[in-house]
């Protein structure tokens, strides 16, 4: 499991310092409403799956990372297809509505787990992990 160390918002004003991409182009390139994406950068809203997914494509990062895991920056080549589009290479088949569905789910759940002090989110890891041995 990859344990989150940062909040996306921070993940993200990090990546378009280091990518050295102005918020607007930022917006452009991944076909956010630039006033949505200063939303994002301030922590006042958090997008969903496929806007994280179309940012992370766009700031070419890690989509673990910029979602606050204590993983590294780059992509690697390993990610699934619909993590990175390579253009040389095949189309990703497209994810299903009940994919995308699943992942909506998850990333409220992450969202929702984001948002608990440390104490708590170290609780629910370790409960987790407690219903994780028992099957």
Same mark, same amino acid.
């Given at each position: /499991?990859? $344990?989150?160390?940062? %909040?996306?918002?921070?993940? =993200?004003?990090?990546?378009? #310092? %280091?990518?050295?991409?102005?918020?607007?182009? =930022?917006a452009n390139k991944?076909?956010?409403?630039?006033?949505?994406?200063?939303?994002?950068?301030?922590?006042?809203? @958090?997008? $969903?799956? #496929?806007?994280?997914? $179309?940012?992370?494509?766009?700031?070419?990062?890690? =989509?673990?990372?910029? /979602?606050? !895991?204590?993983?590294? /920056? #780059?992509?690697?080549r390993k990610a699934? !297809?619909?993590? @990175?589009?390579?253009?040389?290479?095949?189309?990703?088949a497209p994810l299903?509505?009940?994919?995308?569905? $699943?992942?909506?789910?998850?990333?409220?759940?992450?969202?929702?787990?984001?948002?608990?002090?440390?104490? @708590?989110?170290?609780?629910?890891?370790?409960?987790? %992990?407690?219903?994780?041995?028992?099957?």
């Open positions: /499991m990859t $344990k989150v160390v940062a %909040k996306f918002n921070d993940r =993200l004003n990090e990546a378009l #310092e %280091k990518r050295n991409i102005r918020p607007v182009d =930022l991944a076909d956010i409403p630039e006033a949505t994406i200063s939303q994002y950068r301030s922590g006042y809203a @958090k997008p $969903k799956y #496929e806007r994280i997914v $179309k940012i992370a494509d766009a700031l070419d990062v890690s =989509l673990a990372w910029l /979602m606050g !895991g204590d993983v590294p /920056m #780059e992509r690697t699934p !297809g619909f993590l @990175k589009l390579d253009p040389s290479g095949p189309s990703p299903s509505d009940q994919d995308l569905e $699943k992942l909506n789910k998850a990333m409220e759940l992450y969202q929702t787990f984001e948002n608990l002090p440390p104490d @708590k989110q170290t609780e629910f890891v370790n409960f987790l %992990k407690f219903l994780q041995s028992e099957s």
